[in-house]
């Protein structure tokens, strides 16, 4: 479970990543639903994410250039616990129906009917199917 102040940082950073859209009809990643889904999904990113909130403590009263600035160092840091929880609210973004429908994709499972994936060009994977081998082949 999450303290206040951590659900609050984690959904100022939700709405950061992804702001709701009148233009193309979408909710934010802050959406109530889409941030109900991020709270159960961090799986075993917890500790990453745990780790980073804590990092942000009062991240939430902070104002919004500062918050800016904040993510911005931590990008630039390449820091793995930002990296898990960017990942975390990525994933439950795309799995809400109405942002599916506006990618003109029917919300549902992959399988067991599958999507359609536009063909591209496999010659360009001839330079790596002519490499020769690197690695050694196990009996």
Same mark, same amino acid.
């Given at each position: 479970m999450l303290s206040d102040d951590q659900r609050r940082i984690l959904h100022c950073i939700a709405e950061m990543m992804i702001p709701a859209s009148t233009e193309y009809g979408v909710p934010s990643a802050a959406?109530?639903?889409v941030f109900a889904d991020i709270l159960r999904s961090f799986g075993r990113?917890?500790?990453?994410v745990r780790t980073l909130l804590c990092e942000l403590e009062?991240?939430?009263?902070?104002?919004?250039?500062?918050? $800016?600035?904040? *993510?911005? $160092?931590?990008?630039?840091?390449?820091s793995e616990a930002l990296k898990s929880l960017t990942s975390v609210i990525l994933q439950c973004y795309y799995r809400d129906d109405r942002v599916m429908r506006s990618l003109g994709m029917e919300p549902r499972p992959?399988?067991?009917?599958?999507?359609? *994936?536009?063909q591209g060009d496999w010659s360009l994977l001839d330079p790596v199917r002519e490499r020769p081998k690197f690695y050694r082949e196990v009996p």
């Open positions: 959406d109530d639903a990113d917890e500790h990453h009062g991240f939430a009263d902070l104002d919004p250039a500062l918050r $800016q600035r904040t *993510v911005a $160092q931590l990008r630039d840091q390449r992959p399988f067991p009917k599958g999507h359609e *994936v536009e």
